[in-house]
């Protein structure tokens, strides 16, 4: 009897180990050099919402964490270095490195860890790569890893953290990857990103936006009909933006007194004074409109931008015609229409 009841405490035992076991991911490192230090692991989405402590002495460190999903995490170091980092319950995730390649440490244990690892050292073998040749890669492993987490990190890092970013190459990218994927709530806050993105694409209909100007009066689309119509997102707090209207008050200038071409400026200015001041020392002279709500603007979400500078090109009849050009984009279209009006 008593070597009954002596299994049954086993088994318990053993189950309750295991329970433990399956319930939590076993984490080990050492870095090179970071002597004693505090690093920081915290979920990189609603799945893992929470912030785990490291304390590393003499360059190691170890814990245990509750985990009970595959799970997207950033591993911080003090210095605010930042590392992708996949956990699953019953991994044994080993990080090794050195302080001098925070960025790029070895981690093994799972799937996505090693994945983005190597992909990484890949690219770090790789010397003088152009942006485009880094999309091309990432677009590669992404169409090659449709299931794997490390694919919406590269997403994110190449695609989608851009000034202007491509949405229809990154709705393809999307739609190469599996269910599990893009039940991933970074992936479908991306994909409603893009819904919103094509209801404002070229070709589509500018919606109804109407903004107040200096003296108070309501700006829409209707009050430059029949002209081809450059609306400009800018704020005085943003550099780009600034110089960006140097270079459309240099345009202006110039199509000042052409009839068939407006320009309509944004601003996503809070501060009513800092506004007025860009416009009268920039010498703005096109209409300016701003309701200082910054981003929530009504006209920067129903056009759906998310950077500043941002324009689109409305033709006479209400229809986007372009979007986000640049100088000479602008210049060329211009030069077009003066073609056509001979």
Avoid at 114 to 127: G, M, P
Wanted: charged share 25%; net charge neutral.
């Amino acid at each position: 009897m008593k070597k009954i009841y002596l299994a049954y405490f086993l088994l318990f035992a053993l189950s309750a180990c295991s329970s433990r076991t399956t319930d939590s991911v076993r984490l080990s490192g050492e870095i090179k050099g970071l002597g004693n230090d505090t690093l920081y692991i915290y979920g990189a989405d609603n799945l893992h919402n929470r912030m785990d402590t490291l304390i590393a002495k003499n360059d190691k460190f170890s814990a245990t964490l509750a985990i009970d999903t595959l799970v997207a995490a950033w591993l911080q170091f003090s210095d605010g270095t930042e590392y992708p980092l996949y956990l699953n319950k019953g991994d044994e995730i080993k990080i090794s490195g050195s302080v001098a390649e925070l960025s790029s440490p070895d981690i093994t244990g799972n799937a996505p860890n090693e994945e983005l690892a190597a992909f990484l050292k890949e690219l770090k073998s790789i010397s003088q790569l152009s942006e485009k040749a880094l999309q091309q890669k990432a677009e590669t492993f992404i169409n090659s890893h449709p299931g794997s987490l490390a694919s919406i990190y590269l997403l994110e890092k190449f695609f989608v953290q851009k000034p202007h970013p491509d949405f229809a190459l990154i709705k393809r990218l999307t739609n190469r990857m599996s269910g599990e994927l893009k039940d991933r709530p970074y992936v479908s806050e991306l994909m409603t990103l893009i819904q919103e993105e094509e209801r404002v694409s070229v070709g589509k209909v500018l919606p109804y936006i109407s903004l107040p100007n200096a003296k108070g009066v309501q700006i829409s689309r209707t009050g430059f009909k029949d002209k081809y119509l450059l609306i400009h997102f800018w704020a005085s707090w943003d550099l780009p933006s600034m110089e960006n209207n140097a270079a459309l008050r240099r345009i202006y200038k110039k199509e000042e007194k052409n009839k068939m071409f407006a320009l309509w400026g944004i601003s996503l200015d809070v501060d009513k004074k800092a506004w007025e001041d860009a416009i009268s020392n920039d010498t703005l002279k096109w209409e300016q409109t701003c309701d200082f709500l910054g981003w929530n603007t009504m006209p920067a979400k129903q056009l759906s931008i998310h950077a500043l500078p941002a324009n689109l090109l409305i033709g006479p009849s209400g229809r986007i015609e372009g979007k986000n050009l640049t100088t000479a984009e602008i210049e060329k279209k211009l030069e077009e229409l003066k073609q056509k009006a001979k």
